[in-house]
């Protein structure tokens, strides 16, 4: 079951940079950041009500961000739903002819596991899947 917004993804040139105009803009501090050495990025969290943004910056050229960031640019590179079991949506969402980028769980940023489902096959749009380690 899918519960609730978690996050939305933003990638990012310089995370100290964009920190300042969204910790103004939220009127909120960031809580947290922490790199995620298998994805090459830097993430930075800032709580916004049950839901939260996630900053997105590269740290090597091979990263995901810095190929997104020369593609698309800097701008919205995520959003990400909190789901109660990731094992059964991933399964549920297969069978429903949906292209998962992770067939199976792994450890994300903040504590979760998550998955992405490929954005050819959402509208466009790179979904991620995410439920609270235990
Ligand atoms: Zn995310």
Redesign the pocket.
Known sequence: MVKKI??I?IAVENIEQSLKIYEEILGSKCYKTEVVETEAVK?AFIAIGESKI?L?EATSEESPIAQFLRKKGRGM??I?FDVDNLENELERLLQLDYQLIHKTPKA??DNKL?AFLHPKSTDGVLI?L?QDKI
């Open positions: 978690e996050h993804g993430t996630e997105l590179h995520h990400a994300g940023a998550i991620e995410c």
